[in-house]
């Protein structure tokens, strides 16, 4: 019908047969024009894709071969960046129970030595609690006049000590005293520190210790308790030396007990 209606309308208008022709020749290229991009295999041994086998000049092939690597590149490396994400999500999952392996053992390490040192603590106390509360020592001057008669006849060991006195008989003359430790004319401020330690130590604990100096004037009380005068390091007596060992215990316990001072 369209077709009749066409040459019925060409017959009486001749002039309009050349626009007609056009439009037909449009109409065709606009069809070729919508159909995809095919093979060079399609279209014999050419390069070119249809739409453009008129002009001899085609590179819409070859752009579509490129467009086609970059994305087939694209799909490999996101395919390896998705391996190698997995790996490291892995590794580091491995690396987060190895840290939680090692905080529980450094956690039941530090539980197991704050059980040992309150053991060694308590027991530490206890033996001087066995030792006694109140203790006696004696400290013996040495003799700085010439020609002055010793009167020491013996230091034990034990605590004992044995005094003559030379204006009585021999049987008379003779004294025994016991203490719980005898200090002999040679020893040093550390010395007598060192034995006195372990009771001055229970203070950290909450033990209440005392230390005092007894004795005539003369006899030596002031250099033991509080060493040279003139503030000298050099023999400090064990006023100084307990000081510096207590605050010295609290710098090393300083992570597991506070104290007020």
């Known amino acids: 019908m369209m077709g009749s209606l066409k040459e019925q309308v060409v017959n009486k208008f001749p002039e309009l047969k050349p626009i007609f022709k ?70 580091l999952h491995n690396d987060l129970k190895q840290l939680g392996n090692i905080v529980q053992e450094m956690s039941a390490a530090v539980v197991g030595y704050q059980t040992v040192v309150k053991e060694n603590r308590n027991l530490y106390n206890m033996v001087q609690d066995l030792k006694g509360t109140i203790r006696v020592y004696c400290r013996i001057r040495p003799v700085f006049s010439v020609g002055t008669n010793n009167t020491i006849d013996f230091i034990g ?17 003779r004294k025994v005293f016991q203490f719980d430790r005898v200090f002999g004319p040679t020893a040093t401020q550390d010395d007598v520190f060192t034995d006195t330690q372990p009771l001055i130590r229970s203070v950290m604990d909450g033990y209440n210790v005392c230390i005092f100096a007894y004795g005539q004037t003369g006899s030596g009380k002031t250099y033991t308790m509080c060493g040279l005068s003139g503030g000298s390091t050099k023999g400090m007596g064990i006023n100084y030396l307990a000081l510096n060992d207590l605050f010295q215990m609290s710098n090393k316990r300083k992570g597991i007990i506070t104290y007020d001072i």
């Open 22 to 91: 056009d439009l037909r020749q449009e109409e065709i290229s606009s069809n070729a024009k919508s159909k995809p991009l095919e093979h060079s295999s399609k279209v014999g041994n050419s390069k070119h894709c249809r739409s453009c086998l008129k002009k001899n000049n085609c590179n819409h092939l070859v752009l579509f071969q490129m467009q086609e690597k970059e994305l087939s590149d694209l799909k490999d490396l996101l395919s390896r960046t998705k391996c190698e994400f997995k790996g490291l999500e892995s590794q």
């Open 157 to 173: 060991e034990d605590g004992s000590l044995v005094i003559v006195d030379p204006l009585k008989h021999q049987k008379d003359g």
